[in-house]
T-cell receptor
Framework: GAGVSQSPRYKVAKRGQDVALRCDPISGHVSLFWYQQALGQGPEFLTYFQNEAQLDKSGLPSDRFFAERPEGSVSTLKIQRTQQEDSAVYLC????????????FGPGTRLTVT | AQSVAQPEDQVNVAEGNPLTVKCTYSVSGNPYLFWYVQYPNRGLQFLLKYITGDNLVKGSYGFEAEFNKSQTSFHLKKPSALVSDSALYFCAVRDKNTDKLIFGTGTRLQVFP
């Protein structure tokens, strides 16, 4: 069965470049989450969608970060004018709607900004 | 604010011995608690959850966790550790207002043959 997929798996960007990270959730999962995981740390919440609606973007660190899920399925996390502090693993997770359901995570995209 | 704490950065255990990875939580109301495992260069894999009901929760790969309300703990346990259990383990609590997961800092489990 297909799990959550993310692409690319690795991305190297020069400081100032824009990047786009893609997430394909599990089919039928209404909820989609983005997390940022710095080296040696636990994942930190970035943003949350229910279908195409972005219900919470309180974790986005700056206005350089933007996420969308226009058709309620695939989601893209975009980072404009990347900075070195953006280097991290970006994890996408999806789940059925409701507090009792677990989130399933993709393998992540490792972003390195040089 | 809701939070979880994992007091141990690393836990070392010999193969075949029981293991415990500790987690304590701070939430208002009833907590929704989760354990995830992360292998190198891979995403997080769900192990088990406590939502309501029995305090002893059984999960994947022989892991279980005990919810203790009076001690505000949700420790992960396994009766007999395997070398292949060596990985990074995260405890998390679900924010009831937004559904996001709030993670602990992680505990690295090392099982020695």
């Amino acid at each position: 069965g297909a799990g959550v997929s993310q692409s690319p798996r690795y991305k190297v960007a020069k400081r100032g470049q824009d990047v786009a990270l893609r997430c394909d959730p599990i089919s039928g999962h209404v909820s989609l989450f983005w997390y940022q995981q710095a080296l040696g740390q636990g994942p930190e919440f970035l943003t949350y969608f229910q279908n195409e609606a972005q219900l919470d973007k309180s974790g986005l660190p700056s206005d350089r970060f933007f996420a969308e899920r226009p058709e309620g399925s695939v989601s893209t996390l975009k980072i404009q004018r990347t900075q070195q502090e953006d280097s991290a693993v970006y994890l996408c997770a999806s789940s059925l709607a409701g507090y009792s359901y677990e989130q399933y995570f993709g393998p992540g995209t490792r972003l390195t900004v040089t | 604010a809701q939070s979880v704490a994992q007091p141990e950065d690393q836990v070392n255990v010999a193969e075949g011995n029981p293991l415990t990875v500790k987690c304590t939580y701070s939430v208002s109301g009833n907590p929704y608690l989760f354990w995830y495992v992360q292998y190198p260069n891979r995403g997080l894999q769900f192990l088990l959850k406590y939502i309501t009901g029995d305090n002893l929760v059984k999960g994947s790969y022989g892991f279980e966790a005990e919810f203790n309300k009076s001690q505000t703990s949700f420790h992960l346990k396994k009766p007999s550790a395997l070398v292949s259990d060596s990985a990074l383990y995260f405890c998390a609590v679900r924010d009831k207002n937004t559904d996001k997961l709030i993670f602990g800092t992680g505990t690295r489990l090392q099982v020695f043959p």
